[in-house]
């Protein structure tokens, strides 16, 4: 089974910066979204970030909260999915998870990473 491997969370000052990738272990067929989520301390799962595989063009969108400071991004060649995320702020403290989403099967498929830890320091 494909697994979601994440990586480049860590500790970092108010103001820096963190890239988090996602890379599967296999090949995911009929990829329709992939997104990051982030879960802080105490709280409930929320989507950060996202990006919807058009057949012409993919579309993105972003919490309301990190906009202008996140990016997400992917390369097609690996499946993989990327968050850029500067000027982080303590409240950005956080767990962060991966998640692709596809039509491989009768159902579908929804694949998580195991998530990385962001801690951001004042």
């Known amino acids: 089974q494909v697994q979601l491997v994440e990586s480049g969370g860590g500790l970092v000052q108010a103001g820096g910066s963190l890239r988090l990738s996602c890379v599967p272990s296999?090949?995911?067929?009929?990829?329709?979204?992939m997104n990051w989520y982030r879960q802080p301390p105490g709280k409930q799962r929320e989507l950060v970030a996202g990006i919807t595989i058009g057949t012409t063009s993919d579309s993105t969108r972003y919490a309301d909260s990190v906009k202008g400071r996140f990016t997400i991004s992917r390369d097609n060649a690996k499946d993989a999915v990327y968050l850029q995320m500067n000027s982080l702020k303590p409240e950005d403290t956080a767990v962060y998870y991966c998640?692709?989403?596809?039509?491989?099967?009768?159902?579908?498929?929804?694949?998580w990473g195991q998530g990385t830890q962001v801690t951001v320091s004042s």
């Open positions: 296999g090949s995911i067929f009929n990829i329709r979204a």
């Open positions: 998640n692709i989403n596809a039509a491989d099967s009768d159902y579908g498929s929804a694949y």
